[in-house]
C-alpha cells in the first residue's frame, strides 16, 4: 500500500507564489500519472494538471502559464510550484497517483491565497 503526504501548503497573499510537494511512501516509478486536484469550499474537486511517467504536462486552463508540476523519482517526490496566486486559488490540494492496478489520494493540504 502506498501513502502520498502532500505539504507545503498556508497562507499566501495574492500575486505570491508557494511550492506543494507530495512524498510517496515508495517507488513513483510504478505510476504513468500523478496528478494535482484541488477541491474549494462548496464546489467539487476538480482537476489541476497531470504529470505522465514520459514528463509530459496537461494543465487546466485556470492555471494554465502560473502552475507547474514536476515530479522527482529518485526522491520519489511530485510537485506544484504555484505562481501569480490568486484568491480563487484557494482551495485543499489533493495529490494523486495512478498505477495500472491502483488509484492513490493523499490527505490534502490547505491553500488560502488572501491579503
Known amino acids: 500500500q502506498v501513502q502520498l503526504v502532500e505539504s507545503g501548503g498556508g497562507l499566501v497573499q495574492p500575486g505570491g507564489s508557494l511550492r506543494l510537494s507530495c512524498a510517496a511512501s515508495?517507488?513513483?516509478?510504478?505510476?504513468?500519472?500523478m496528478g494535482w486536484y484541488r477541491q474549494a469550499p462548496g464546489k467539487q474537486r476538480e482537476l489541476v494538471g497531470t504529470?505522465?511517467?514520459?514528463?509530459?504536462?496537461n494543465y487546466a486552463d485556470s492555471v494554465k502559464g502560473r502552475f507547474t508540476i514536476s515530479r522527482d523519482n529518485a526522491k520519489n517526490t511530485m510537485y506544484l510550484q504555484m505562481n501569480s496566486l490568486k484568491p480563487e486559488d484557494t482551495a485543499v490540494y489533493y495529490c494523486?497517483?495512478?498505477?495500472?492496478?491502483?488509484?492513490?489520494w493523499g490527505q490534502g493540504t490547505q491553500l488560502t491565497v488572501s491579503s
Open positions: 494523486n497517483a495512478r498505477s495500472l492496478q491502483n488509484d492513490y
Open positions: 515508495g517507488s513513483i516509478s510504478r505510476f504513468f500519472t
Open positions: 504529470i505522465h511517467s514520459g514528463g509530459s504536462t
